[in-house]
């Protein structure tokens, strides 16, 4: 007979939500609990691991902002933070070109000054700028393809521009549109809904941060509250089912697949939201409600992959920060058509330097969609070869050396996360985060709670979301504690 545990809480998941759960109901005095994860590590979508004299992210690598992020503000006090600026051309967000130490290239080779890149990049992010502004007027754009398609088609036709300088603009739109699908974790533009993007929140300030070291340093001062004896790894949970009777007083059954039960007053499930699209219909007992099963299939999430290449010598030069390589005209269409195994390296549209990050001689490349689910499926060869041959066509270069080492990540592949973050598409609501979040069977009566990135309204997709979303629903059990003993006397 399998060994039943009895514990107030149940948290399933040791990613940033529930370790932020955790040490939040710590804190606060339910001390308690259990951590269930499934894979036998901390840090879910956090994967620091050894490179060489140092360490890479496999998942989470940069802050997102400064301003009321807790994240931030946790890892300045800590020191754990660079302070230098770090390149980016989204969402109004161009330095200037003083600092811009990247190369340009055309798929002919023909290389771009980075004048005329900041001048376009300006241009495609002002048109980016008014996408959200439309979160404050009446509008009928459905997409952001379809808005930004629409709006650079206006903004083209008032221009006074050569030749030369129209290639530019319309090859930097294109590639910005490709960074947005890593952004969003997105098959194409035209899938995200335009409300869902207008509100997700950009914390102010410097928009990438990066840690001194790598993001998994963030987690040790949140564990360290933990005690480890709370904490179970390769625990995978296959059913949470009420033990009899209602939600009212009836206790929780956590089941995991080696048979080991744990009976419990909450649990707060913080999986991702691709192993909810993969288990929700089968794991509780009752089934959740409609709304929440229907919004959970129809929220988007997406997987983003990175690709970590390391040479013998470095044949961009020291200086040189970063590869970026302008998409072709059709590319957007090709990685959307039936031969991906034909098109996927054309999601590949730069590659960034490692210097400053302690690896000199390594180029690091990140891409999303169908792309990175069907380069997990390749051997490591062949995704040398691929990409080196797009490097060799962008630069002209036939000379170019091959990689004597690659790592690479396989988020979409990985049964315990499926993907890499959430985004709202166009079939969705952008009260979807929200009605995820809610617990069951309320929030006056929070028995099953829900946390992770994919449940906060403004900061889905993010590291800070998944970290406040832990510590709401902590809050949330410690507020139905405090009206239960209001009750009592």
């Known amino acids: 007979m399998a060994t039943v545990t009895s514990v107030d809480v149940v948290i399933v998941g040791a990613g940033m939500s529930g370790l932020a759960a955790a040490e939040t109901l710590i804190k606060g005095g339910i001390t308690d609990i259990v951590i269930l994860e499934a894979q036998g590590r901390l840090g879910g979508r956090i994967h620091s691991v050894p490179y060489n004299d140092g360490s890479i992210d496999l998942g989470a690598q940069w802050v997102h902002g400064q301003h009321g ?22 969402h109004g967000m161009v330095q200037s070109s003083t600092e ?9 080779g023909e290389r771009v000054p980075r004048e005329l890149v900041l001048k376009a990049s300006k241009i495609v992010d002002a048109i980016l700028g ?20 629409d709006r650079f088609a206006t903004h083209v036709k008032g221009m006074k521009v050569d030749e030369k300088e129209a ?3 319309e090859s930097v739109y294109r590639w ?6 890593v952004e969003n974790a997105c098959h194409s533009l035209d899938h995200l809904d335009i409300n869902g993007y207008n509100q997700y929140t950009i914390c102010g300030g410097q928009p990438n941060v990066d840690f001194t070291n790598t993001f998994g340093s963030i987690l040790q001062p949140i564990v360290a509250v933990i005690p480890t004896s709370k904490i179970k790894l390769n625990k995978p949970v296959n059913k949470i089912k009420l033990k009899s009777g209602d939600y009212v007083a009836a206790p929780i059954i956590v089941q995991c697949a080696d048979g080991s039960q744990f009976e419990t007053k909450h649990v707060i499930v913080t999986i991702s939201l691709g192993c909810l699209k993969a288990n929700a219909a089968s794991m509780f007992d009752p089934a959740l409600p409609p709304y929440k099963l229907r919004t959970i299939e129809r929220m ?13 010598d470095i044949f961009w030069g020291e200086e040189v920060e970063g590869i970026q390589l302008f998409p072709e005209e059709t590319c957007e269409a090709d990685l959307l058509g039936k031969d991906i195994a034909a098109n996927w390296q054309k999601a590949i549209v730069g590659f960034a330097t490692l210097q400053k990050y302690g690896h000199p ?14 380069m997990e499926t390749l051997d490591d060869d062949t995704v040398i070869d691929m990409l080196m041959q797009r490097l060799k066509q962008y630069l002209r270069r036939s000379d170019l050396p091959r990689p004597c080492r690659i790592v690479r990540t396989a988020w979409h592949g990985n049964p315990y996360v499926r993907g890499s973050y959430s985004h709202i598409p166009v079939k969705a609501s952008s009260q979807d985060p929200n009605n995820i979040s809610q617990p069951i069977p309320s929030r006056e009566n929070p028995r099953i709670l829900f946390a992770g990135e994919a449940t906060h309204p403004r900061y889905y997709s993010t590291v800070h979301g998944a970290m406040i979303s832990g510590r709401r629903e902590a809050k949330t059990i410690f507020t139905f504690q405090k009206q239960k003993e209001q009750v009592k006397y």
């Open 167 to 169: 290639k530019v603009i």
């Open 130 to 149: 008014e996408c959200w502004e439309l979160s404050s007027i009446k509008h009928s754009y459905k997409s952001v393809g379809e808005f930004s398609r």
């Open 361 to 374: 001689k390594a180029l690091q490349t990140f891409l999303s969609g169908h792309a990175a689910e069907y």
């Open 69 to 90: 992020n807790p994240i931030y503000h946790m890892a300045k006090e800590l020191g754990l933070l660079q302070q230098r600026p770090l390149y980016s051309s989204l």
């Open 100 to 108: 811009w130490l990247d190369e340009f290239y055309m798929p002919d």
């Open 176 to 181: 910005i549109r490709m960074l947005e699908l």
């Open 300 to 312: 988007g999430f997406g997987t983003v992959n990175k690709i970590y290449l390391e040479f013998t």
